[in-house]
């Protein structure tokens, strides 16, 4: 009996010690400033889970750090989202610079959290879009629950979300841009986790499954396309950290996990340990230009000035060239960029001491000699022909050739997804009559235009 009453103990015990509880005080407050690092290590198995599990990833990669900075809602550029619904006490953190490219890029993007005792929710969005450069802020009309408190294991869940968030001002709308869809939470696992951050936390570890459609409508055109925008999202919570100790995004198709962002708590971690380490630095001699016309010379200004090798690396890469006998290891490259768009830089600087990198995002935007137009024919549907439409349709700009193209019928649905044909003739002889809309995009393009089938 004695002994069966100290397995019951000890076992009592584990329980207590290992599976832990999130409540609203174990999250993020206005004021907090949390680093974390990157990770590029896509190769470890995260989907694995049970109780009382030891998730061991100390072999995270730093590709990167930054700091997640939670600010108070009117200290963000979108302090104007306290007059249409935004709870006072919104939790605003920058998630990214950038997003996208061209004139469809989305910049400066902040989201809003409400912390309450029953959960923590997502309550609004902030972006700017890179065509109309004014702040554009919605206030969610069904909130998006992310965490529902307390959170314990074998927890689960389902909620829905809906945001809107107008693109323009009072003075100028162009339309709107919307998330739509659901989440399912499961707490899937228990016990400990180690990471190059620290050994052995105590954790929960959720998987929450999202399904969106990001819609976006133009007012001018009346036309509404959808974007699905689906993904499975990994946390190990803990109570000392207030983020997660890890977190991974990805997509999740026939079973197999892809993940796609990877974010680790970690401390300052200086990128070279060794002495006479590199220090990666460079400018350029101009910020923006003509596709196919003007040259970009990169500047290395990298420490030490001797003993180095360098790698640069253009984002996107399509229609870089380097020119003047230079290449991506150049100390000081000379670009052309045959197509239009807005791209980022990064110099990757190594000696006998180690490696250090830099990157400038969105540094350098490039126009299309003739994207203005082209953009002006489609728009006022001269530039596709005919129209009406019996059995195919014609672009008039070759530079179009190889653009995908996204077709939709009345209802906003898509029904063909393709690529603009080299001859410039796109096959509709199936199509039943009615109205369409094509969009067409590209690294240089974003198009909307309509036509009716007949």
Not at 84 to 93: E, F, N, R, S
Not at 234 to 258: D, M
Not at 324 to 347: C, E, M, R
Not at 392 to 421: N, Q, V
Request: a positive charge; hydrophobic letters at 35%.
């Amino acid at each position: 009996m004695k002994k069966t009453y100290l397995i019951c103990l000890i076992m009592l015990s584990v329980k207590l010690q290992g599976q832990i509880q999130i409540t609203q005080a174990h999250m993020p407050s206005i004021g907090d400033t949390i680093r974390y690092s990157v990770s590029n290590s896509t190769a470890l198995n995260y989907k694995s889970t049970g109780a009382n599990y030891s998730w061991d990833y100390k072999t995270l990669s730093m590709s990167s750090q930054d700091v997640y900075r939670f600010q108070a809602l009117l200290s963000t550029p979108y302090s104007t989202l306290a007059f249409t619904g935004m709870p006072l006490g919104a939790i605003g953190y920058k998630i990214a610079d950038s997003i996208g490219s061209g004139q469809a890029a989305f910049k400066n993007i902040y989201n809003f959290y409400d912390k309450k005792s029953t959960g923590w929710s997502a309550v609004g969005t902030g972006f700017t879009l890179s065509a109309l450069p004014l702040p554009a802020g919605g206030v969610y009309k069904d909130k998006d629950e992310i965490y529902t408190f307390p959170l314990n294991y074998n927890d689960q869940d389902s909620t829905t979300f809906e945001v809107t968030t107008p693109l323009g001002n009072q003075f100028l709308q162009l339309g709107t841009f919307k998330q739509k869809g659901y989440r399912i939470n499961k707490v899937e696992g228990w016990g400990t986790i180690s990471t190059p951050y620290a050994n052995n936390v105590n954790c929960l570890k959720i998987k929450s499954r999202v399904v969106e459609t990001d819609s976006l409508k133009v007012t001018s055109l009346s036309l509404n396309v959808g974007f699905q925008a689906n993904r499975v999202e990994y946390r190990w919570l803990s109570t000392s950290e207030k983020i997660p100790l890890l977190e991974v995004t990805g997509t999740e198709i026939a079973g197999v996990f892809t993940p796609g962002s990877i974010r680790f708590r970690d401390n300052y971690r200086a990128p070279n340990t060794l002495p006479f380490g590199p220090r990666a630095r460079f400018t350029v001699n101009r910020n923006s230009g003509v596709a196919g016309k003007d040259t970009f010379s990169l500047y290395n200004q990298s420490t030490p000035g001797f003993g180095n090798s360098y790698l640069w690396t253009i984002t996107p890469a399509a229609g870089v060239r380097y020119v003047s006998a230079s290449s991506n290891t150049a100390q000081d490259p000379d670009i052309v960029f045959d197509s239009a768009g807005v791209y980022s830089v990064k110099l990757q600087t190594t000696n006998f001491s180690g490696t250090d990198d830099s990157t400038a995002t969105n540094m350098i935007t490039v126009s299309g000699k003739n994207t203005q137009s082209v953009h002006a024919s489609l728009l006022s549907g001269t530039g596709i022909y005919p129209n009406p439409v019996q059995n195919s349709i014609s672009f008039s700009d070759a530079s179009l050739a190889g653009k995908d193209c996204h077709l939709f019928d009345a209802k906003g649905r898509l029904i063909l997804k393709t690529a603009i044909p080299s001859d410039l003739k796109l096959d509709l002889s199936g199509l039943k009559a009615g109205n369409y809309s094509l969009l067409i995009t590209g690294q240089e393009t974003f198009i909307l235009t309509q036509f009716i089938k007949i």
